[in-house]
């Protein structure tokens, strides 16, 4: 049973990718960011760590963990932001490499598909038998989150100076996806790709 480690600039249509996968192909997704947000659910394990490392004041009134307050925070501050991703990192892939090597011993899925934001984060899991990017140009990322997210020309600006650049993840990739059109063919690159797994 292959793992793919998936992953795409925003814009690139990363969910839609997954959904086909999971609809059409027999595949367990694991979206990183998703499992993130369980663990830091109040009383789960990267939950104590952030309160641990940053206090109680990062909490709303409900003793839940307050993310805007986070984000603002650990925004432009590389130093909070390392910190941050020491409490939670290394709990989201020991929950990875758990559930791979579930689905993988009882054989529930013909695929496992994990995505992440950053390539390095799929190889520092130690799991991916494959790394998969989906490549779209950059005037046509921006015209899908103007559309979808409702984003500025600013907006978009900032969000894509705050990313790697694309040869980043190209050269770091076995399998380019090509999702400039639309979604059949993507589904017929992914029936082709998932044959060969």
Not at 35 to 61: H, K, M, W
Not at 91 to 112: F, L, N, P, Q
Request: with cysteine.
């Amino acid at each position: 049973m292959k793992v793919v480690g998936i992953t795409g600039g925003v814009g690139s249509g990363k969910s839609e990718v997954l959904r086909l996968l999971e609809e059409k192909f027999e595949c367990k997704v694991i979206r990183t960011d998703d499992v993130a947000r369980d663990l830091c659910e109040p009383g789960q394990v990267s939950y104590r760590r952030i309160v641990d490392a940053f206090g109680t004041g990062v909490l709303d009134a409900e003793g839940r963990l307050d993310r805007p307050k986070m984000a603002a925070m650990v925004f432009g501050d590389n130093e909070k932001l390392q910190l941050l991703n020491q409490c939670t990192h290394p709990d989201v892939y020991a929950w990875v490499r758990e559930h791979v090597r579930e689905w993988k011993t009882d054989g529930s899925c013909r695929m496992i598909a994990v995505e992440a934001a950053l390539m390095e984060e799929l190889k520092m899991m130690g799991v991916c038998d494959s790394y998969w990017f989906i490549y779209v140009k950059p005037e046509i990322r921006r015209e899908r989150l103007r559309i979808s997210r409702g984003y500025s020309e600013e907006k978009m600006d900032a969000v894509f100076a705050s990313q790697l650049d694309e040869s980043v993840f190209i050269n770091g990739c076995d399998v380019l996806i090509d999702n400039n059109s639309d979604l059949e063919s993507v589904e017929k690159q992914l029936k082709s790709l998932c044959k060969s797994q």
